[in-house]
């Protein structure tokens, strides 16, 4: 089984999660955010993965350092689920439309973290969810998963559905790139190591 159980307490958050490559698409999730549970809901689903979280945090200031934590945590969590990475694909990629919106998402699981941000926000906010936030959860997720990341919106109007397939595309890229392939012997790299 291909999976991590993370557990993480500051003085802003207290954050426990636990997360399965080769799951089922189910989600168990505890957030104090109600946008970031529903992008973290059809992210599992759409990645086929397992994901429980149960993240109290100072949401009484704002979203902000749950959000990031949350992605620090599972960033940590995929890396150490995918162990030592022999026999993935290592390489993702998925575009997903939503409505007016295209976005593509792009991740190789090079042990070489970057981020690669390609998007605009017509609104500032969804809900209460400051929308600035999905950069610093990308960041914080290809930071700690030591991932190289990048996400284009080619188009899109709609705020929610712009972030909304962002999501989806990053599940079902990395639900490629974690994906093990039979004819891969070892790690999938010339340097012998990821």
């Not at 960033?75 to 030592?84: F, P, V």
């Not at 700690?144 to 709609?158: D, F, K, P, S, T």
Request: net charge negative; hydrophobic share 40%; proline share 3%.
């Amino acid at each position: 089984m291909r999976t991590a159980r993370l557990e993480r307490q500051t003085g802003e958050t207290n954050i426990v999660l636990d997360f399965t490559i080769d799951g089922e698409g189910v989600s168990e999730l505890e957030t104090g955010v109600p946008f970031l549970t529903h992008m973290l809901d059809l992210f599992t689903k759409h990645g086929h993965f397992n994901l429980t979280v149960d993240a109290k945090g100072d949401i009484e200031v704002d979203d902000h350092h749950t959000t990031e934590d949350i992605g620090i945590c599972l960033g940590t969590a995929l890396k150490e689920a995918l162990g030592d990475k022999k026999g993935i694909k290592r390489y993702g990629s998925a575009f997903v439309p939503m409505d007016e919106t295209l976005a593509q998402v792009v991740v190789d699981l090079s042990n070489r973290p970057h981020l690669e941000f390609r998007a605009e926000f017509p609104s500032q906010k969804v809900g209460t969810f400051d929308t600035e936030l999905v950069h610093e959860f990308l960041w914080k997720l290809a930071l700690e998963a030591r991932m190289n990341l990048h996400v284009i919106v080619h188009y899109g109007q709609n705020t929610h559905h712009i972030i909304e397939a962002i999501f989806k595309a990053l599940a079902r890229a990395l639900d490629e790139a974690t994906t093990i392939d039979e004819r891969v012997k070892g790690v999938p790299s010339t340097k012998g190591m990821l």
